[in-house]
């Protein structure tokens, strides 16, 4: 079998709000899904200089002040700041760090942190999102290899990471979502800016999409992109809320499903993945990463079944014409 890992510390259960929904019971969930025998290795903390890659000084300052303070304080209407929020999210992004670092030395690895990250921007919190895990590590890998790219697969754009990498050639950000979704942004023209445009791929689905209309977008989108592009490092934005029975969801993947898109990724670039987890609320979130596990491992995935939608088919023509 394929080397792969796990990262997970108890330190990801200090920021947490009772009856909110980005809460350590959901990771806990996820983590049902590790399978036995997979280590499990602790998180490292990110120093302020790592968060300092993505995000300004003054936003970095005012999360440890919030935290500092004690009680519970709301960066906006649904993201917010406990006494342990700063140090939690800190270790959420140095184990981001530490997962692609694996990857990049032969080992697949999963990064199970709590904030998590996609949506956080420059100056700002957003959508659960304190740091933008992904983008840190991304930034980090930078300082070791020329290329990297990062596949979000959560329910929603990560528009986060997509702002932080708009203008950078040397990122390829690959986005596929339910569209008109909360944060309302991902739509195909967002392409990227300056030396960055072309490099943003967004494909934003329809409520209802399956399987067929995931493997079509990474089959006839995503993989020719990344081989055109020639990644050294693949981080996944492992965000399994697209699971039919997410309360967040509209789509209809199943759990076995995200194997099937580890797979398309793992057997078409030859890299070990690093992948950070974002969303996932469902009560088959641990299954869902049960199969994400076999994948890295080499296992094949069940075989997936059904046709995309028409409305798939025509944003994948669009995007075969619009990237470079």
Known sequence: MDRCSAIYGDIFSRHDLENHDESSARLQSALAGIPEGVPVIEPFCAPESDLARVHTLSYIRMVKEFSSHGGTYFLDPNTFVTSGTFEVASFAAGAAVEAVNRSLDGESCFAFVRPPGHHAEPDRAMGFCIFNNAAIAASAALDRVNKVAIIDWDLHHG???????????????????????????????????????????????????????????????????????????IIISAGQDALFDDPKSSMMLFPADFGTLTAILKNATNHSLALVLEGGYGPSHGEAIHYIFSSLQGLPPPPSTGDPHHTTRNIVAVLQKMWR
């Open 159 to 233: 528009n986060g990471t997509q702002k932080i990498f708009s203008a950078e050639e040397r990122v390829l950000f690959c986005s596929i979502h339910q569209g008109n979704l909360f944060p309302h942004t991902g739509w195909v023209d967002e392409v990227g800016t300056g030396t960055g445009k072309g490099f943003t791929i967004n494909a934003p689905l329809r409520a209802g999409s399956n399987i067929a209309d995931y493997r079509l977008v990474f089959e006839e989108v995503f993989i020719p992109a990344l081989e055109q592009f020639r990644p050294d490092a």
